[in-house]
């Protein structure tokens, strides 16, 4: 076996397909020693699996010492390839196919270069690397100008450094298509939020100022900015609803519309967002 190709048997499926699917396509062939379309198939998996890298990983079934698989999979005829990501069967074929018809199949698995990058971006991120993520998801735009889930990623990291003008730059070429995605509107709406917010008091004076005169519905309302701005959607709710409460048409309904902009940004938390949509309908009745 290669680095990117292993037997695979019951007592390991769960670990190197399930699981090794959610990082990156596994590739499952169920073959036999005695299947002669077997011999022709499984080289030319072997062969493209060491081509690519690392970017899909191959796991060797042997259907006869492994009936418990091949009946959970319905194997009725060997060769039997089946494609997994995200833990999940996605794809699949039988009989030796050429190795024109394997690279098509492939074609339509594998993630793109952009899209590669993008999941890089990702793990970066997760690991607190957010310029080195910042870095790749800009390459990813670069080579791959129409992948748009890159650019609402970059547009979200640079909000996160409070980057307003780069996060606008980040979605001003996303497709007119994807322009009424809801992470699109989200995004739109922050950033929103951000320019008015960042106009005013900073967040200690404010939270000095809503202590000292809880009447005071301006602050309140600009404190809210800043609670979206950090992404803290209770706090942001929390005030929101206070100006509501205190008065219903502030700033022309501006606490309602908010909050109904939070309720998107804050999609997530859909505890969250059912009982503040609760809580705002007793307020408004």
Same mark, same amino acid.
């Given at each position: 076996?290669?680095?990117? $190709? ?5 007592? *390991? ?22 299947? %002669? ?32 698989? =091949?009946?959970?999979? #319905? ?25 024109? @018809?394997?690279?098509?199949?492939? $074609? /339509?698995?594998?993630?793109?270069? %952009?899209?590669?990058? /993008? ?16 870095? =790749? ?37 996303? +497709?007119?298509? *994807? ?18 917010? #960042? ?11 809503? #202590? ?6 301006? #602050?309140?309302?600009?404190? $809210?900015?800043?609670?979206? @701005?950090?992404? /803290?959607?209770? +706090? ?11 008065? /219903? ?24 967002? =059912? ?5 705002? $309908?007793?307020?408004?009745?």
């Amino acid at each position: 076996m290669t680095a990117h $190709a292993l037997d695979v048997g019951l007592d *390991n499926f769960e670990q190197e397909v399930l699981e090794a699917s959610k990082t990156v396509p596994v590739l499952v062939d169920f073959w036999a020693p005695w299947c %002669g379309p077997c011999r022709a198939l499984t080289p030319i998996l072997e062969k493209l699996a060491g081509e690519c890298g690392g970017r899909f990983r191959l796991a060797k079934i042997n259907s006869d010492e492994n009936p418990e698989l =091949s009946r959970e999979f #319905a194997i009725r005829s060997i060769p039997s390839v089946k494609a997994f990501v995200g833990g999940r069967l996605v794809d699949e074929f039988s009989g030796a196919l050429p190795e024109s @018809a394997v690279r098509a199949f492939l $074609a /339509r698995l594998l993630p793109s270069p %952009g899209e590669e990058l /993008r999941r890089k971006a990702a793990t970066l991120l997760a690991e607190g690397r957010i310029e080195e993520a910042i870095t =790749s998801l800009e390459q990813a735009i670069r080579i791959e100008s129409g992948n748009d889930l890159a650019r609402f990623d970059l547009a979200d990291l640079r909000l996160q450094q409070g980057n307003i003008p780069q996060a606008r730059q980040a979605l001003a070429e996303v +497709a007119p298509k *994807n322009q009424s995605e809801e992470r699109f509107r989200s995004l739109c709406a922050q950033i929103a939020l951000l320019e008015e917010s #960042a106009a005013g008091p900073d967040e200690a004076a404010l939270l000095a100022q809503v #202590a000292a005169h809880p009447e005071d519905l301006e #602050a309140r309302f600009a404190l $809210a900015g800043r609670h979206v @701005a950090a992404k /803290r959607h209770e +706090a942001a709710l929390e005030q929101l609803l206070e100006i509501i409460q205190r008065n /219903r048409n502030f700033k022309d309904d501006a606490a309602r519309k908010t909050m109904l902009t939070v309720f998107d940004l804050a999609a997530d938390q859909p505890d969250l967002v =059912s009982r503040y949509r609760r809580l705002l $309908a007793s307020a408004l009745h």
